[in-house]
């Protein structure tokens, strides 16, 4: 029996635009892009390749040790973002989703349009939500659907092609979770709060979203973006590079930091949610994604949110002798301010702040 998802309130009340296919548009080898996706300013924006050496890398399988949780800590709080080695999840689990992933977005348009994105609904297949003429286009596809908690799922938008796609999804989805808990019990003794009490927002009922994320080649690569500059909505987000090509970028001391992703490894960045509950110790990673000329690339995002029912704001026991920085907030309440940011940059945070 198919679920009805009540996780849709924001699309409701604000509604979205239809997009055209950029997979679909990219084939044309357009000469000129349609003005929608040019971004004057992404030419002149300063790309710092120096500090991508820098990243720091984090291995999950050494973090039952001081040392360990410094660096996990120094990472969370001076950068916002790491990437995560020996992180458990099995390799034949990995591949097998980036499999699935490129032969889903291999399917002819009109095969994957059966799994499209329909009114009210955040799920499905098509592009990042359009809340207006006006507002600059991304030029990805997106493949989007909120595995849990299962009671949650709408398997309308669950392909069926490829044959493995359910069953694999499935496995992904547990295996990420699984990481995003042990991550937060660490996170938590580095904060010097509950684990059990951050956790209490993540557990086997978290809103967990995944996002396969499709960016073309554009002949003007140079001039348009895959995805625009903003920090997620997000508790955590874990990400996992399908092919060889790179364009994550972070910001970081007003320049952008490219990503060289370590093959295996999930990125994993600080979201608006866990700044706030950390009362500001941690910042969430603004990034964007710029476009290959010549190559495809396809990603898989994992969004970790709290549960449905809770309340978004800066955990109690750690402005007992601090200020809060942050207002606290109902969880639809936060996901209606979200969906007004138009992801943009910060704007989340900022309308956040007291």
């Known amino acids: 029996m198919e679920v009805k998802v009540q996780n849709t309130i924001e699309l409701e009340q ?44 984090i291995d999950l399988s050494k973090l039952d040790h001081d040392d360990g949780l410094k660096k996990l800590h120094f990472a969370c709080k001076d950068w916002g973002f790491f990437q995560l080695i020996n992180h458990g999840v099995p390799d034949e689990v990995i591949e097998k989703m980036k499999t699935d992933a490129q032969d889903f977005f291999n399917l002819p348009l009109e095969e994957k349009m059966a799994w499209a994105q329909i009114p009210n609904y955040s799920e499905g297949y098509g592009q990042v939500l359009v809340l207006s003429e006006d507002q600059k286009l991304d030029w990805s596809d997106i493949f989007y659907v909120i595995p849990l908690p299962v009671p949650l799922r709408n398997m309308r938008f669950w392909p069926t092609n490829p044959p493995s796609f359910r069953e694999t999804l499935e496995k992904y989805s547990m295996e990420l979770h699984n990481v995003m808990v042990q991550l937060m019990k660490l996170i938590a003794k580095n904060l010097g709060t509950d684990p059990w009490m951050l956790l209490s927002y993540f557990d086997e009922d978290e ?17 348009v973006l895959g995805a625009s500059p903003h920090s997620d909505g997000t508790g955590l987000t874990l990400l996992l590079q399908v092919n060889e090509v790179e364009g994550l970028q972070f910001k970081r001391n007003q320049k952008w930091v490219p990503v060289k992703p370590i093959p295996g490894a999930l990125i994993v960045n600080i979201g608006d949610v866990l700044e706030i509950m950390s009362n500001g110790k941690y910042k969430s990673a603004v990034h964007r994604v710029v476009v290959n000329p010549e190559k ?3 990603s898989i995002a994992s969004f970790h949110n709290q549960k449905m029912g809770t309340k978004i704001g800066p955990l109690q026991d750690l402005v007992e002798t601090n200020k809060a920085l942050y207002r606290t907030l109902p969880i639809e309440e936060f996901r209606r301010l979200k969906m007004t940011s138009k992801g943009d940059g910060k704007y989340l945070i900022n309308k956040m702040k007291i």
């Not at 509604?15 to 084939?27: D, F, H, I, T």
């Not at 809103?207 to 001039?223: D, M, N, T």
């Open 207 to 223: 809103v967990q979203g995944i996002k396969l994320i499709y960016y073309p080649p554009c002949a003007e690569a140079s001039k």
């Open 296 to 298: 495809e690339r396809l």
């Open 14 to 57: 604000f509604g979205y635009l239809p997009a055209e296919n950029v997979q679909s548009l990219a084939s044309k080898n357009l000469k000129n892009i349609p003005s929608r996706y040019i971004r004057p300013d992404v030419e002149s924006d300063v790309v710092s390749t120096d500090e991508s050496l820098l990243i720091p890398v």
